[in-house]
């Protein structure tokens, strides 16, 4: 896919464009809420359906919405908007950040660093709720970027109702921090795997934004 129509200006304008990946379920409800309201002019059965295809057409509009942001400085930035859930030692001495999105966030995830996708992998996996423990084996997608902190992983994990994780980058490419990288469909989480050795800017239970709230401190 074009690397320029992933890119996310610096120092752009506020505006909402919809996310790149949506059309497979916003196309059909908006043209069936453009039906029904047409046809409930002269049918009561029809008046009857636009009232809720209208109104899920409009959570479908907010939900994929992507909106412009000026991008914060700092080395390494949220990859997502949510809340943080956990904060985790690894084995391998990473600390792992893990932010949970709920279907009211923005559900379109950034780059965290500048660097080069060196793999992209789906995981095939369950569907449990993220916010559960054995979201674990989820459906994911396994980002790793090399950066000049290093090989820095990033996971997107599906949850019970995000049933599909779009990538928009391949391998290979070439990203700016804060670039839009991909899309998890509906309520679901993103881990981001710090180096040994940088510190942990947020807590549990603080609200982040992609790219904008720094995750690392000085």
């Given at each position: 896919m074009p690397h320029s129509q992933t890119s996310a200006p610096r120092d752009s304008r506020s505006g909402v464009r919809l996310a790149r990946g949506?059309?497979?379920?916003?196309?059909?409800?908006?043209?069936?809420?453009a039906l029904s309201l047409t046809r409930a002019r002269k049918s009561g059965r029809w008046a009857a359906v636009a009232v809720p295809a209208t109104a899920l057409a409009a959570g479908?509009?907010?939900?994929?919405?992507?909106p412009e942001r000026e991008i914060a400085q700092g080395r390494v930035i949220s990859p997502a908007d949510g809340v943080v859930q956990s904060i985790m030692p690894w084995k391998d001495g990473r600390t792992r950040v893990a932010i949970f999105m709920s279907p009211l966030n923005v559900h379109v995830?950034?780059?965290?660093?500048?660097?080069t996708?060196?793999?992209?992998?789906?995981i095939?996996?369950?569907?449990?709720?993220?916010?559960?423990?054995?979201?674990?084996?989820?459906e994911r997608v396994v980002w790793h970027f090399d950066t000049e902190l290093g090989d820095i992983e990033m996971v997107q994990i599906a949850g019970a109702v995000a049933r599909r994780i779009v990538p928009y980058l391949p391998a290979g490419t070439k990203v700016e921090q804060g670039e839009r990288i991909g899309l998890i469909r509906f309520g679901s989480r993103v881990d981001i795997y710090l180096p040994e050795g940088v510190e942990v800017a947020v807590e549990v239970g603080q609200a982040t934004t992609a790219g904008v709230t720094r995750i690392d401190r000085d």
């Open positions: 949506a059309s497979p379920w916003l196309l059909p409800t908006v043209a069936t809420a479908m509009l907010w939900f994929f919405r992507d995830n950034r780059a965290p660093l500048a660097g996708v060196t793999s992209v992998e789906h095939p996996g369950g569907f449990v709720p993220a916010f559960n423990k054995e979201s674990e084996n989820n």
